[in-house]
C-alpha cells in the first residue's frame, strides 16, 4: 500500500499581511473613486445645502451617524439616515475636518445641542488626530427632498458628455 504524504505550503505572515493590504487599499480606492463622480466644488456644495437648510434649531435627534461630507473649514452636512440631514456650523479652526476618514458626534440622550456638543474624531481610527474637537454653533436642518429636486434639476442643467 503506497502512502502519501501530504506537503503543506506555508505562506509566510508578512506575504498574507502585503496582499490583505493591497486589496484593501484597492477597495478603498476604488470605494472613493466610485463616489467622486463629479469634481466637488465646496462654496457650491455649501452653497446647495444652505439653500435647502432651515432655520436654526437648538438641537437635533441623534441615534447614528449614516455618512458626512465636509463642506469647508466650518460646515459639515451629516446624515442621520436616508431622509433626514442636518447642516452643522463648528467653531472657526476645524481645518481637519476635511482631511480625516471618520468623525463622531457627542450627544445626550440622543440628541445633539449646539453650543454644547462637538464633532469629534474618534482616536482608534485616527490617530493623529486624536482628540480633535470642535463645538457645533449651528444645527440646521435640511430639507431632503428639495435637496435632492435641486439636484435632479442641476444635473439636468449640465451638458451630457458625448462618451
Known amino acids: 500500500m503506497a502512502m502519501c504524504n ?7 505572515h508578512s506575504v498574507k499581511h502585503c496582499a490583505w493590504l493591497v486589496a484593501t487599499c484597492t477597495a478603498v480606492l476604488t470605494a472613493g473613486c466610485a463616489s467622486m463622480s463629479s469634481p466637488r466644488e465646496p462654496g457650491r456644495d455649501l452653497a446647495r445645502y444652505q439653500a435647502v437648510a432651515g432655520a436654526p434649531v437648538d438641537s437635533m435627534s441623534f441615534w447614528r451617524l449614516d455618512s458626512w461630507e465636509p463642506l469647508d473649514d466650518e460646515h459639515l452636512v451629516v446624515w442621520t439616515s436616508p431622509r433626514e440631514a442636518y447642516l452643522l456650523k463648528v467653531w472657526p479652526n ?36 486624536a482628540n480633535r474637537q470642535c463645538p457645533i ?27
Not at 501530504?6 to 509566510?12: D, F, L, M, T, Y
Not at 444645527?139 to 451638458?159: G, H, N, T
Open 94 to 129: 476645524c481645518d481637519w475636518m476635511v482631511i480625516v476618514p471618520s468623525i463622531g458626534l457627542t450627544s445626550s440622550v440622543h440628541r445633539v445641542y449646539k453650543n454644547i456638543d462637538k464633532v469629534i474624531v474618534p482616536s482608534r481610527l485616527n490617530e493623529r488626530f
Open 137 to 163: 454653533s449651528e444645527i440646521r436642518p435640511i430639507d431632503v427632498p428639495a435637496y435632492k429636486r435641486a439636484l435632479v434639476a442641476e444635473r439636468a442643467a449640465q451638458p451630457s458628455s458625448g462618451m
Open 6 to 12: 501530504r506537503v503543506e505550503r506555508r505562506i509566510p
